[in-house]
């Protein structure tokens, strides 16, 4: 809600420029991604040593705060204050990122773990959704004259938002640490490099980790691309960058769900390769979609109406539908992977390094993604990267697929485990 508010009040009500816009994009997922990256051993290591229900709910606390900050920044238009708030909310996250898998090992049966992270998966990004929506609409709806926006609504909603995530997380149950107390090392860069080697000794979570920071690196592109991709490409006003991203939310759930059907609750990689081969096809057609749009001319942009009117808008969303569903059946087993092959007093740790590793990746990819704009390379010709970058993850899915059928014995002993 707030990111998406922001994005939306800064490339259609402030910059008016391309470039701009896109490297806004690209600066503002960096620096949400930045904090998973420094923070997330420490934020394990507390994972695992405290109970996790606790520290759900300072967190919580704490984002009440930071909804405030970023709200002033957007009542405002105060950009600096905007990325600021961004960033801490960022932090915030990266200490609730372990804590949501995690915990779920700790309350769910065995047989459970799937459908509960499919669920977990699925409800992030119907969150992310019902925000995208009402980020862009309570921004859009205030539009006086072209270009200039009342945010006061949207800073509102999201401190609504977050006094309801406090009272959420005053429900989550008991979740005590499975493991004696152990010693925090807040040295980030020495608790991050150890909790990273010690982590990556076990080959399965070593290649279910490196292949879903691989998907999340994607990930990083898409989400770069998709608001340049409309206001410049599809010529189209901020009511439907508001509907991509939620056909995009909308995808990812249904393939969380739908890959815990199909694999009836086992955990496999058995469907990664295929489904991440698909992802890629999807990028590819919706690159070609792009290149036969028919914009408008410069200054005039299609509302939601006209534009999902041409016949041609539907091949785009379902090119979009198709990138999400495939890149969430890609996703979610991978997840399940990391909380059932490790020790319960582990998981903690074990996603904090993922996401260590994610975060990493996820920065280059915006990186990258920043510098290939610069050199010149359009926004929609980032989507052919996307493609050539599913073809790598599938073959890291291959190869997890592969290592746990090598060792099925090792594997089943430590999902019994």
Not at 38 to 57: E, H, M, T, V, Y
Request: with cysteine; glycine share 10%.
């Amino acid at each position: 809600l707030f990111k998406f508010s922001m994005l939306i009040l800064v490339v259609y009500g402030i910059y008016n420029d391309p470039l701009q816009e896109a490297q806004f994009s690209a600066v503002s997922s960096g620096l949400f991604i930045l904090p998973f990256f420094l923070f997330s051993a420490l934020a394990g290591q507390l994972a695992d040593n405290f109970d996790k229900a606790r520290i759900s709910r300072l967190v919580k606390n704490i984002e009440i705060l930071l909804a405030i900050v970023g709200g002033i920044g957007l009542i405002y238009e105060n950009i600096p204050l905007m990325l600021t708030a961004l960033f801490l909310l960022g932090l915030q996250s990266t200490f609730f990122g372990p804590i949501k898998y995690a915990i779920l090992p700790q309350h769910l049966e065995k047989e459970e773990v799937l459908a509960g992270t499919g669920l977990v998966e699925a409800g992030t990004y119907i969150a992310i959704l019902g925000g995208t929506i009402l980020g862009g609409a309570l921004i859009y709806a205030t539009e006086t004259v072209p270009g200039e926006y009342d945010p006061k609504l949207a800073a509102g909603a999201v401190l609504v938002v977050a006094i309801a995530g406090w009272i959420s997380a005053r429900q989550i149950p008991a979740a005590p640490p499975q493991m004696a107390r152990e010693k925090i090392d807040y040295n980030v860069i020495r608790a991050s490099y150890n909790l990273i080697r010690a982590t990556m000794k076990n080959r399965t979570v070593f290649l279910a980790i490196i292949a879903i920071s691989f998907f999340w690196t994607i990930g990083a592109v898409l989400i770069i691309l998709f608001p340049p991709l409309v206001k410049n490409v599809l010529t189209a006003d901020p009511s439907v960058a508001t509907g991509v991203l939620g056909v995009f939310s909308i995808g990812i759930a249904i393939g969380s769900v739908l890959i815990n059907l199909i694999l009836k609750s086992k955990v496999s990689a058995r469907f990664a390769p295929i489904s991440v081969i698909a992802m890629g096809g999807f990028a590819l057609l919706l690159y070609f979609l792009c290149l036969g749009w028919q914009g408008l001319p410069e200054g005039q942009l299609y509302d939601f109406w006209d534009f999902i009117s041409f016949k041609h808008s539907w091949f785009i969303i379902a090119a979009l539908a198709g990138i999400a569903i495939t890149g969430g059946m890609f996703v979610v087993p991978l997840y399940a992977f990391l909380t059932t092959t490790v020790d319960i007093s582990e998981t903690g740790r074990t996603i904090a390094a993922n996401n260590v590793v994610n975060s990493g990746c996820m920065v280059l990819g915006s990186l990258t993604a920043s510098a290939l704009g610069l050199m010149g390379v359009t926004t929609a010709g980032l989507l052919i990267l996307v493609a050539g970058m599913c073809l790598f993850s599938a073959y890291l899915g291959w190869i997890l697929h592969k290592a746990c059928d090598d060792e099925p014995a090792m594997f089943l002993e430590k999902i019994d485990h």
